[in-house]
């Protein structure tokens, strides 16, 4: 469960005020910045992975058949009346090939 009865804590920003230092910002923002760089290689890296993975399934994956071919089988059954039963559906898609 979420408590609401405390009202959330401040956050200290006086380390940014320029009035302090001027190059105190500038050192907060970049070690900020390669902490968030460091933490961004691995995800990076895996979506390199899963792009190659992706593409190479793509590549390899059977072509369906072309629409025209699909589209005179259907209108075929549609014409005869007949219902086709699941394999006839698969094989017409090139989703099964017995």
Do not use: C, K
Not at 5 to 24: N, T
Request: hydrophobic letters at 45%; proline letters at 8%; charged letters at 20%.
């Amino acid at each position: 469960m979420t408590d609401y009865s405390r009202p959330p804590g401040r956050i200290d920003l006086r380390v940014l005020d320029e009035a302090l230092d001027p190059s105190q910002a500038d050192r907060v923002i970049h070690a900020a910045l390669r902490r968030r760089a460091g933490h961004a290689t691995p995800w990076l890296a895996a979506a390199a992975v899963l792009l190659l993975i992706g593409a190479g399934a793509l590549l390899t994956a059977p072509r369906r058949a072309a629409p025209n071919e699909a589209a005179g089988l259907i209108r075929d059954w549609t014409v005869a009346r007949h219902v086709p039963t699941n394999g006839e559906l698969l094989a017409a898609f090139r989703g099964y090939q017995p």
